[in-house]
Nanobody, 123 residues
Framework: QVQLVESGGGLVQAGGSLRLSCAAS????????MGWYRQAPGKQRELVAI???????NYADSVKGRFTISRDAAKNTVYLQMNSLKPEDTAVYYC?????????????????WGQGTQVTVSS
């Protein structure tokens, strides 16, 4: 089972930027769709961004135009570039492999959650 380790979080002022990294223990090249989730205190975990095995991307409305997900197959790493950060982006961010139900197109998570990386945006 591939292990995923998130990093790159930190404390940043509103309007600032961070780039999160998700390093995989083995190749995740074009095999899987990958996603970034986040969980704020007292809230449910939410899907923020998806990148498919073919390179297509999709974003939650709350981050569209500000966040960019990408992957570097050679480095077995998925990134989340976060610009124009807002206090409401404060959360623990996680990456995970995704599967997709063919009949509905809905995504589901595969494998275990990592430790995540904390992002705190001050106002």
């Amino acid at each position: 089972q591939v292990q995923l380790v998130e990093s790159g979080g930190g404390l940043v002022q509103a309007g600032g930027s961070l780039r999160l990294s998700c390093a995989a223990s083995r190749s995740i090249s074009s095999i899987n769709d990958m996603g970034w989730y986040r969980q704020a205190p007292g809230k449910q975990r939410e899907l923020v961004a998806i990148i498919t095995s073919g390179g297509s991307t999709n974003y939650a409305d709350s981050v569209k135009g500000r966040f960019t997900i990408s992957r570097d197959a050679a480095k077995n790493t998925v990134y989340l570039q976060m610009n124009s950060l807002k206090p409401e982006d404060t959360a623990v961010y996680y990456c995970i492999k995704l599967g997709r139900t063919p009949s509905t197109g809905n995504y589901y998570t595969l494998g275990s959650w990592g430790q995540g990386t904390q992002v705190t945006v001050s106002s």
